[in-house]
């Protein structure tokens, strides 16, 4: 019976019989028999294969290269091998998918680029294997999160006519031919439709309903930037709460990224070990200090006065009623506070419509979590609930009241406090894998002139 390769190594008892199947990374030849290293994908470590010269199949070992997919039975073994637990000896190897001499993923080190554009192949390499187990593990850790808090997971539209953010960054959604914008009326909707930047407005529908519900999927940002954190297909977190204040979206936030930094280091040990020993060399300690040390709050207002008072060179100015960039961010967090901290009451005009407006007219109940490494990786807010505000604040950005109807529909009907948050699932796992690059933590990238497989 086949085991996976994961199974195999946890074993704490020989058998006389296994059956694997995986891809050989390695073969090593020596008179009379051959070593081969065979992974299934299943972990990071390898499983040695020892073939004797005469064992069925091993005529054809000279096929049996790097990249090779094979099957082995034999006898799983202790190892007199330091360094590995089990070996395996064949009692016999078939060939399932040869190699020819192009296969890219030799052994040896292969630069981020390269992998890139072998999109379809470097799941195969160790580094890549390890971010895709642990965005598989993090993603079912997000689920458990909030299902022990019994929230309700609602599939909101991938495809929308609401612009969330107001920023106008959408990828339109069309079957018209030529002039796009001469009917919009005749398009397959009978109105414009767009990719969804966010699931929050949807998603609040639902709180007001059914109280506390988060949604997890892929959103879509039209941004022409090319920056390592910066996509134009990400997935978001976004939870939302009825009877819900600023401290409580704030207190949830923070408990949310504690618990996926332990989950991690519990559920993804492995992992994490090859990358702080490959890609950052400090990703252990931030990920304990996460875990386990208290997150730093302070106002949008004192973030400003410190970073004014800090005297540290940064590229774009600091200014109260501007947008606080990344470097502003990481200064906070791994500079003054030296630990994640939320910067929470942004000045109204920098933030979206519905953002609850503070009594002195001015700020805005907003939020976001900074983080050492990479900055901002939640943003929230409470909603405003007071319908004659939501018009002004539609009225006082532009925006067209009768788009958002049925919005403003749930102010009028039973209408309560609440409050959400998103968070870039890409840019949690840059921050708990310490991969720099965002392009590097999503099976397959989408930036502006990429769109490859």
Request: glycine share 8%.
């Given at each position: 019976?086949?085991?996976?390769?994961?199974?195999?190594?946890?074993?704490?008892?020989?058998?006389?019989?296994?059956?694997?199947?995986?891809?050989?990374?390695?073969?090593?030849?020596?008179?009379?028999?051959?070593?081969?290293?065979?992974?299934?994908?299943?972990?990071?470590?390898?499983?040695?294969?020892?073939?004797?010269?005469?064992?069925?199949?091993?005529?054809?070992?000279?096929?049996?290269?790097?990249?090779?997919?094979?099957?082995?039975?034999?006898?799983?073994?202790?190892?007199?091998?330091?360094?590995?637990?089990?070996?395996?000896?064949?009692?016999?190897?078939?060939?399932?998918?040869?190699?020819?001499?192009?296969?890219?993923?030799?052994?040896?080190?292969?630069?981020?680029?390269?992998?890139?554009?072998?999109?379809?192949?470097?799941?195969?390499?160790?580094?890549?294997?390890?971010?895709?187990?642990?965005?598989?593990?993090?993603?079912?850790?997000?689920?458990?999160?909030?299902?022990?808090?019994?929230?309700?997971?609602?599939?909101?539209?991938?495809?929308?006519?609401?612009?969330?953010?107001?920023?106008?960054?959408?990828?339109?959604?069309?079957?018209?031919?030529?002039?796009?914008?001469?009917?919009?009326?005749?398009?397959?909707?009978?109105?414009?439709?767009?990719?969804?930047?966010?699931?929050?407005?949807?998603?609040?529908?639902?709180?007001?309903?059914?109280?506390?519900?988060?949604?997890?999927?892929?959103?879509?940002?039209?941004?022409?930037?090319?920056?390592?954190?910066?996509?134009?297909?990400?997935?978001?977190?976004?939870?939302?709460?009825?009877?819900?204040?600023?401290?409580?979206?704030?207190?949830?936030?923070?408990?949310?990224?504690?618990?996926?930094?332990?989950?991690?280091?519990?559920?993804?040990?492995?992992?994490?070990?090859?990358?702080?020993?490959?890609?950052?060399?400090?990703?252990?300690?931030?990920?304990?200090?996460?875990?386990?040390?208290?997150?730093?709050?302070?106002?949008?207002?004192?973030?400003?006065?410190?970073?004014?008072?800090?005297?540290?060179?940064?590229?774009?100015?600091?200014?109260?009623?501007?947008?606080?960039?990344?470097?502003?961010?990481?200064?906070?967090?791994?500079?003054?506070?030296?630990?994640?901290?939320?910067?929470?009451?942004?000045?109204?005009?920098?933030?979206?419509?519905?953002?609850?407006?503070?009594?002195?007219?001015?700020?805005?109940?907003?939020?976001?979590?900074?983080?050492?490494?990479?900055?901002?990786?939640?943003?929230?807010?409470?909603?405003?609930?007071?319908?004659?505000?939501?018009?002004?604040?539609?009225?006082?950005?532009?925006?067209?009241?009768?788009?958002?109807?049925?919005?403003?529909?749930?102010?009028?009907?039973?209408s309560v406090p609440h409050a959400g948050?998103?968070?870039?699932?890409?840019?949690?796992?840059?921050?708990?894998?310490?991969?720099?690059?965002?392009?590097?933590?999503?099976?397959?990238?989408?930036t502006p002139g990429t769109a490859e497989?």
């Amino acid at each position: 019976m086949r085991i996976l390769i994961k199974q195999v190594l946890a074993s704490s008892e020989p058998r006389e019989s296994i059956q694997v199947k995986g891809w050989v990374r390695t073969r090593r030849d020596a008179k009379g028999f051959s070593f081969l290293e065979v992974n299934d994908g299943s972990c990071l470590a390898n499983l040695q294969v020892i073939v004797n010269t005469g064992v069925p199949g091993s005529e054809r070992i000279d096929q049996l290269a790097t990249g090779a997919s094979v099957v082995v039975e034999g006898r799983l073994a202790p190892s007199p091998a330091g360094g590995q637990k089990w070996e395996v000896q064949a009692t016999r190897v078939e060939l399932v998918g040869a190699v020819d001499a192009t296969y890219p993923l030799q052994k040896k080190g292969h630069s981020m680029e390269f992998l890139r554009e072998i999109g379809h192949l470097r799941p195969r390499s160790n580094l890549f294997g390890a971010v895709f187990r642990t965005r598989s593990r993090l993603a079912f850790a997000v689920h458990q999160f909030f299902q022990e808090r019994d929230f309700v997971y609602v599939h909101t539209p991938i495809i929308t006519a609401s612009d969330c953010e107001g920023a106008g960054e959408m990828f339109r959604v069309t079957t018209l031919k030529g002039d796009i914008e001469q009917k919009p009326e005749a398009d397959f909707f009978g109105r414009r439709a767009y990719l969804t930047v966010s699931g929050q407005l949807e998603a609040e529908v639902f709180a007001c309903a059914l109280s506390n519900v988060y949604t997890f999927g892929p959103t879509f940002r039209a941004e022409n930037s090319n920056t390592a954190r910066h996509a134009a297909e990400f997935w978001m977190v976004e939870p939302e709460m009825a009877f819900c204040d600023l401290q409580g979206d704030m207190d949830t936030a923070e408990a949310f990224i504690k618990y996926l930094a332990q989950y991690a280091l519990d559920h993804c040990a492995e992992d994490l070990a090859f990358f702080a020993k490959f890609v950052d060399k400090e990703l252990m300690g931030r990920v304990r200090f996460i875990a386990s040390r208290p997150f730093q709050r302070v106002s949008y207002t004192e973030a400003v006065e410190i970073l004014t008072k800090s005297g540290h060179p940064f590229e774009y100015p600091v200014q109260y009623g501007a947008n606080l960039q990344s470097e502003h961010e990481r200064y906070l967090a791994e500079h003054h506070f030296k630990s994640p901290v939320t910067v929470y009451n942004y000045p109204r005009e920098i933030k979206p419509f519905y953002m609850r407006l503070n009594p002195d007219d001015k700020t805005v109940t907003a939020m976001d979590l900074l983080v050492p490494g990479i900055g901002e990786v939640i943003g929230g807010s409470q909603r405003e609930e007071r319908l004659d505000v939501l018009q002004e604040n539609m009225r006082h950005q532009k925006l067209r009241a009768e788009d958002y109807w049925w919005y403003s529909d749930l102010r009028r009907y039973g209408s309560v406090p609440h409050a959400g948050f998103g968070l870039g699932f890409e840019r949690l796992l840059m921050l708990l894998t310490g991969v720099p690059n965002i392009r590097d933590v999503i099976p397959f990238a989408r930036t502006p002139g990429t769109a490859e497989f």
